[in-house]
């Protein structure tokens, strides 16, 4: 899976849109990208994915640049219970891919 | 709530001892995944199995063994346990190739 790359950490204040940057040059065709939280010492939990078109749900809005190489995940209206470490993963997705989790971006949002 | 369940949450334990960690999966989902989560090595892929078979393996100690029963859920057996396996245990499911889904993990403690 490609490697990617991510700013350790940021701040954001409540109420206001948080945009993560996240790196991921060596990005393959057919490697979809991934965005994962955890909070404190919760389980990951599952945000969104996109292949190459920009993507929304009801949590987060994902957007790909057209060369893939990158990547920003929007939450909108960020809330403290949205401080976390937010994971940007790539991957294939088959039966045998797991997960590779690098450091991830920490999250802080601010009253 | 992610619709995978771990047990127990909490687990102390003493070295030399052998502990049994618990996953149920999503109702439909056929892969688990086990993943450690320690402070100096951040999250990392231990072992895949997908309908019963063993499918992917990554850092799993030798001292370390799952296996996934017909029922689809899964455990993973830890032996000899040593003061560094000390970590969170979290487990996820998928359908076949797809989006996974964590549990709420296990924390263990050797003493």
């Known amino acids: 899976d490609a490697k990617t790359t991510q700013p350790p950490s940021m701040d954001c204040a409540e109420g206001r849109a948080a945009n993560l940057p996240c790196n991921h040059s060596t990005i393959s065709g057919n490697e979809y990208v991934y965005w994962y939280r955890q909070i404190h010492s919760q389980g990951p939990q599952y945000i969104i994915h996109g292949l190459k078109n920009n993507e929304t749900n009801e949590m987060a809005s994902l957007i790909i640049t057209e060369d893939r190489k990158s990547s920003t995940l929007i939450l909108p209206h960020a809330t403290l219970r949205d401080t976390a470490v937010y994971y940007c993963?790539?991957?294939?997705?088959?039966?045998?891919?797991?997960?590779?989790f690098g450091g991830g971006t920490r999250l802080m949002v601010k009253p | 709530d992610s619709g995978v369940t771990q047990t127990p949450k909490h687990l102390i334990t003493a070295t030399g001892q052998r502990v049994t960690l618990r996953c149920s999966p999503r109702?439909?989902?056929?892969?688990v995944y086990w993943y450690q989560q320690s402070l100096d090595q951040g999250l990392q892929f231990l072992i895949q199995y997908y309908n019963g078979e063993e499918r992917a393996k990554g850092n799993i100690l030798e001292r370390f063994s799952a296996q996934q029963f017909p029922d689809l859920h899964s455990e993973l057996n830890l032996s000899s346990l040593e003061l560094g396996d000390s970590a969170l245990y979290f487990c996820a499911s998928s359908v076949a190739t797809g989006t996974q889904y964590f549990g709420p993990g296990t924390r263990l403690l050797v003493l």
């Open positions: 993963i790539v991957r294939v997705n088959n039966a045998g891919n797991m997960l590779t």
């Open positions: 109702s439909g989902d056929l892969s």
